[in-house]
């Protein structure tokens, strides 16, 4: 019996020393980073911080509400690409350069998750890349 329980235990423990981690890189997304828009690993998919620059032109919409749709939909090309959407989102961070600008996040945030929304840590920050506004990562799960 105890070969049994030890031999089921090696299994178990070489199963998750085998999570395969599959990259995410959608098409529409600049190759050649020091990191992956996205990982899945066992069935997880973790999303790289995304500004809401536009893809094609790098450029920073003006408007700050813009700028998240712009961020919320590089997101959701990653969890299409992933076979998610974003009523798989079960968490969220957002940083903020501004936390005055809370409201019209929010204003943007809410029509995109379904509920149950997922939990969210929304952080002030005194700069981010690219003169960015905002950035956001999340987590998905089926």
């Known amino acids: 019996m105890l070969i049994l329980r030890l031999a089921v235990l090696l299994s178990l423990l070489s199963c ?37 620059n536009d893809l094609k032109t790098g450029q920073r919409p003006d408007a700050f509400e813009d700028e998240v749709k712009t961020c919320l939909n590089n997101i959701g090309i990653i969890l299409k690409e992933a076979g998610f959407d974003y009523k798989d989102v079960v968490s969220v961070n957002v940083y903020l350069t501004d936390m005055e600008l809370f409201p019209k996040l929010n204003s943007v945030y809410v029509p995109y998750f379904p509920e149950p929304r997922p939990v969210r840590t929304t952080v002030g920050v005194a700069k981010l890349v690219g003169n960015s506004r905002i950035e956001i990562t999340v987590t998905a799960r089926k």
């Open 16 to 52: 998750s020393l085998l999570a395969e981690k599959k990259l995410i890189q959608p098409k529409e997304f600049p190759k050649g980073r020091p990191f992956s828009p996205g990982l899945l690993v066992d069935g997880t998919l973790y999303v790289a911080g995304q500004v809401g």
